[in-house]
C-alpha cells in the first residue's frame, strides 16, 4: 500500500508540474509576443518547439514500456505534440480574455493546418532519431547526442548567413508560406517513414533502467 501511494503521490506532483510549466509557457508567449504570436512567422516555428520535448518524453517511455519502437515513437510525439497545442491554446485564450476586447483573435485556419503538419511530421522525425539512438548508444550518450544535435541546430539557425535568410524570405514571397510549408511537411513525412520503417525491424526494447536516465 505505501508503494502504491508513492506512486500515486509522483504521478500527481508529476502532472501538476506539467500543468505548471504549459501554463507559466503560455502565458509568457503571450505576454512576450502579444498579437505577434499568431503570426504564421511566429506560430508554426514555435509550434515546431516540440521536438525538443519529444526526447525526453520517450526516454520516460522506455524506462516503463516494453512496447515496439514504433509504438514508443507515435506515445512520443502524441504527448510533446500534445503539450504544444495546450500551451499555444494557452497563450491564445490569455490573449483574448485579458482583457476580453469583444471579439476572439485567432490565427488563420492555413497557419493552424501548416503548424500542426510542419510539427507532427518534424516530431516524428526527432522521436525516431531518439529511438535510434536510445537502441545503439548507452542511454546517457544518446540523450547527450539528442541536445548536441538540438543545440547545433540552434546555433545553425541564430548564426546563419545573412544570405540564407535572404534567400528563404525569397522563397516565400515567390511560392507563399503554405506551400513553402507544405512542402517541407512533405519532406519530412517521407524522411520520417523511412525511419519509422527501420524503427519496424527492430525488435522490443527491454525497459531502460530508472537510474542514471534523469533529463
Known amino acids: 500500500m505505501p508503494i502504491l501511494w508513492q506512486s500515486r503521490m509522483r504521478l500527481l506532483f508529476s502532472s501538476l508540474f506539467q500543468a505548471v510549466g504549459i501554463v507559466s509557457v503560455g502565458l509568457f508567449v503571450h505576454n512576450r509576443q502579444g498579437p505577434s504570436m499568431l503570426d504564421p512567422f511566429f506560430f508554426i516555428p514555435f509550434a515546431c518547439m516540440s521536438v525538443i520535448l519529444v526526447g525526453p518524453i520517450l526516454m520516460k517511455i522506455q524506462r516503463r514500456s516494453k512496447a515496439p519502437l514504433t509504438v514508443q515513437v507515435r506515445q512520443a510525439v502524441t504527448r510533446a505534440c500534445g503539450s504544444m497545442v495546450l500551451i499555444l491554446l494557452v497563450g491564445i ?84 508560406l503554405s506551400t513553402v510549408s507544405l512542402t517541407v511537411a512533405a519532406g519530412l513525412a517521407l524522411v520520417s517513414a523511412g525511419l519509422l520503417r527501420l524503427l519496424a525491424r527492430y525488435p522490443a526494447p527491454s525497459p531502460l533502467p530508472a537510474a542514471g536516465n534523469k533529463i
Open 93 to 176: 485564450l490569455s490573449l483574448n480574455l485579458m482583457p476580453w476586447r469583444g471579439e476572439w483573435s485567432l490565427p488563420e485556419w492555413t497557419t493552424l493546418v501548416d503548424g500542426v503538419l510542419v510539427s507532427l511530421t518534424a516530431t516524428t522525425v526527432m522521436a525516431a532519431v531518439m529511438a535510434l539512438l536510445l537502441w545503439t548508444l548507452p542511454a546517457v550518450a544518446a540523450k547527450w547526442f539528442f541536445r548536441g544535435v538540438l543545440l547545433s541546430g540552434l546555433l545553425l539557425y541564430r548564426n546563419s548567413p545573412g544570405q540564407w535568410s535572404s534567400h528563404t524570405i525569397e522563397t516565400v514571397l515567390s511560392y507563399g
